[in-house]
């Protein structure tokens, strides 16, 4: 597979992976931190190496969470994951689940808001929601806590990122939604990503602003509701400077 060259997983450092989306399209995942664990989302076949590796008989099936050993480019600028002992996966068929951090003082950083985070103005001139609108869609959204994550569900018992996004608007205030992240993240207008301009149903969304891979609502408090992956189903979960949204839309 020709040369290569290692990448190095520094802590605040963004790193891009071509891949296949949580809810099922194609993107560029951001990830911040050290790689830690991956899953597969589309039968992947495993290589002895990634360089003039060979291709072995086996497969690891959709739903395969692995952790990462190791991670190297070849000079087709293929990212490839060692997830064991002469064991080699590209990386697109796979979807970043965790990071983990080089120190204590990181890892508390990633459950939290850096200051200048919390008090970012807001760059938007977005309307803001009817109140009324926003409690029915965060109130639904928590509600759903706690279902399974299912590609391609769009409820009510089961849900994909956006099957979820879908599902909670239209079902809460009457509100249609589009299906896919690639067109959720060209509705409504765009406002800043922080605690200091987002509001109560805003859709945060992960990955290439144009592109995105994954979506999840804005529910107040620095907190978003996710349906994550098929381990944590739909969760509610604290935004984390280590895993930041790339952009926020308003549709309320």
């Known amino acids: 597979m020709g040369s290569s060259k290692w990448i190095r997983f520094m802590g605040a450092a963004a790193l891009f992976f071509a891949g296949l989306g949580l809810c099922g399209q194609p993107a560029q995942a951001q990830v ?5 664990k ?7 076949p495993v290589w ?5 590796g060979k291709k072995t008989r086996q497969y690891l099936k959709k739903g395969t969470v692995k952790q990462v050993k190791a991670s190297a480019t070849d000079n087709k600028h293929t990212v490839w994951l060692k997830v064991g002992s002469k064991k080699w996966i590209a990386s697109k068929y796979t979807v970043v689940l965790t990071t983990t951090k080089q120190t204590a003082a990181k890892t508390t950083a990633s459950t939290s808001l850096t200051n200048s985070q919390l008090t970012q103005a807001a760059s938007s001139q977005a309307p803001a929601g009817s109140s009324w609108r926003q409690n029915a ?7 759903q806590v706690g279902k399974a994550y299912v590609w391609g569900a769009t409820g009510p018992n089961s849900f994909d990122c956006s099957g979820l996004v879908q599902w909670v608007y239209k079902t809460a205030i009457g509100q249609t939604v589009s299906r896919t992240t690639y067109t959720q993240v060209k509705e409504g207008v765009a406002v800043a990503v922080s ?21 999840a609502i804005y529910v107040g408090n620095g907190q978003y509701v996710s349906a ?4 944590q189903g739909v969760i509610l979960a604290t935004i984390s400077s280590y895993f930041w ?6 549709i309320l």
Not at 48 to 52: H, P, R
Not at 228 to 231: G, I
Request: net charge positive; proline share 5%; no cysteine.
């Open 32 to 36: 911040k931190g050290h790689l830690s």
């Open 38 to 44: 991956v899953q597969v989302v589309k039968k992947a």
């Open 48 to 52: 002895t190496n990634y360089k003039k």
């Open 137 to 143: 869609v965060v109130a639904l959204a928590k509600a």
């Open 195 to 215: 605690t200091a301009s987002l509001q109560p149903g805003d859709l945060l969304f992960w990955g290439s602003v144009s592109a995105p891979y994954h979506v």
């Open 228 to 231: 994550a992956d098929e381990q």
């Open 245 to 250: 949204p790339s952009t926020a839309r308003r």
